[in-house]
């Protein structure tokens, strides 16, 4: 599986925008890029994902590095709900291709958000 | 907005015991998983579920693992003879896309004493 390479944590300011880099200079060409969060004592919560071209949603946008091997998601304006461990997965796909994508989680970047 | 419900929330067993986790999935969705977080260590996948049948299972999910979902609506993990290594939040997860966006539950926080 290609891997994903994150900070260990991050710290922001409430109300200001929070940039979180992931490299994954291993990607393949058909390899999506994943972002889900973990609250603390709750289960992991989708987020974002793309391929190759950015993409916003309400609650994050997703910048794709033009040779795809980083990203980051860019949350606009933190707030203290935000403060979660993200994580930055990569696709893996499974031999039946009618089964979807098991995630493989990392470590992730945690996010302190003071304010 | 549609969720994972899991029950119970936390569950105490003794060792040798079988468990029975349960997951409700979002009633439309298609794909259904296990993970599993150990405190402080990483969400692990255990296996995915599709068509009525499991499609893929790590290392993990070994001989004393089992899932099924005996009525439509629910997923359960059965875990046959724990052990004290398999402590841990299990988390139940659905998609109904394949795996672009799962949906998780909030966890059962499995103790074996």
């Known amino acids: 599986d290609a891997k994903t390479t994150q900070p260990n944590s991050m710290e922001s300011n409430e109300e200001e925008p929070v940039h979180l880099p992931c490299n994954h200079s291993?990607?393949?060409?058909?390899?999506?890029i994943h972002w889900y969060r973990q609250l603390p004592s709750q289960g992991p919560e989708y987020v974002i994902h793309?391929?190759?071209s950015n993409v916003n949603n309400r609650m994050a946008s997703l910048a794709i590095a033009e040779d795809r091997k980083s990203s980051t998601l860019i949350l606009h304006r933190a707030t203290l709900r935000d403060a979660a461990v993200y994580y930055c997965i990569l696709s893996a796909g499974l031999s039946n291709s009618n089964s979807g994508y098991a995630l493989n989680f990392g470590k992730g970047t945690s996010l302190l958000v003071t304010p | 907005e549609p969720e994972v419900t899991q029950t119970p929330s936390h569950q105490v067993t003794q060792m040798g015991q079988e468990v029975i986790l349960r997951c409700v999935p979002i009633s439309n969705h298609l794909y259904f998983y296990w993970y599993r977080q150990i405190l402080g260590q990483k969400v692990e996948f255990l296996v995915s579920?599709?068509?009525?049948?499991?499609?893929?299972k790590s290392e993990i999910f070994d001989d004393q693992f089992s899932v099924e979902r005996p009525d439509g609506s629910n997923f359960t993990l059965k875990i046959r003879s724990t052990k004290l290594e398999d402590s841990a939040m299990y988390f139940c997860?659905?998609?109904?896309?394949?795996?672009?966006?799962?949906?998780f539950g909030s966890g059962t926080r499995l103790t074996v004493v």
């Open positions: 997860a659905s998609s109904r896309d394949g795996g672009m966006s799962y949906t």
């Open positions: 793309g391929l190759t």
């Open positions: 291993t990607i393949s060409g058909t390899d999506y």
């Open positions: 579920f599709y068509n009525n049948e499991i499609s893929e």
